[in-house]
């Protein structure tokens, strides 16, 4: 009898969104996996080798190596693409891989940026935070996040297609660093927007994630 390959591995640290953003996809697809912690700082050689920007997450699936969230969805969707993240129209689909790189990009340099401010930089690297950079970003950066989803989302449920695809699971990750820093979405002031993450959150696939994170897992 054949020996099983090992389980595939997933190197990164719990609180990142960009692993939790892996970590979603990977429970919604109900596909087994063994974590190993890393986080991007001071990584060791033999991570670097692995993940050359020395970033997380990084997926080891056997010779395969993937050092990129979005490098390593594209394969789970293309690997297991029942149930899929990404819709089959084209134009809907090409919306969501938009809305997964702007969570990359626009969404974390704000939500996650405070998050590094008030629990990285003090815990990590043991610097005060710059409260007044903290304030600009939510006096000016959130607010024009927070705007442009909320006109994006509209009355629908997901962000395209009203059906839950990769991005919702990009958009709602940083989400869980701006609450682990003490912030929230103003509901009186973006309703649709803090309903859509707490929907969001509250998906099987997201919520023992959400739980786990929020208790302090790494």
Not at 101 to 125: G, H, M, N, W
Not at 158 to 180: E, H, K, T
Not at 185 to 210: F, K, M, N, Q, T
Request: aromatic fraction near 12%; hydrophobic fraction near 40%; proline fraction near 9%.
């Amino acid at each position: 009898m054949a020996a099983s390959s090992p389980r595939p591995i997933l190197h990164g640290a719990n609180v990142s969104p960009y692993v939790r953003k892996v970590r979603v996809a990977l429970a919604y697809k109900g596909i087994e996996y063994e974590s190993v912690f890393q986080h991007p700082w001071g990584a060791p050689p033999e991570y670097v080798e692995k993940s050359p920007l020395s970033k997380i997450p990084c997926w080891e699936e056997g010779d395969l190596v993937l050092p990129d969230s979005s490098v390593i969805l594209s394969y789970l969707e293309q690997r297991y693409p029942d149930p899929a993240i990404l819709p089959q129209e084209p134009g809907a689909r090409a919306r969501a891989l938009w809305f997964e790189e702007y969570a990359d990009t626009k969404i974390c340099d704000s939500l996650a940026f405070v998050f590094f401010q008030r629990v990285v930089r003090p815990t990590v690297f043991k610097q005060p935070t710059d409260e007044k950079l903290v304030d600009a970003v939510l006096a000016k950066t959130v607010p024009d996040v927070f705007d442009y989803l909320a006109r994006c989302l509209g009355d629908d449920e997901y962000m395209v297609g009203g059906a839950f695809s990769v991005a919702d699971i990009a958009i709602a990750s940083p989400f869980v660093n701006f609450q682990l820093a003490g912030e929230k979405v103003d509901a009186s002031r973006w309703p649709e927007v803090a309903a859509y993450v707490e929907r969001v959150h509250g998906l099987p696939c997201y919520a023992p994630i959400v739980e786990g994170d929020k208790s302090g897992a790494r």
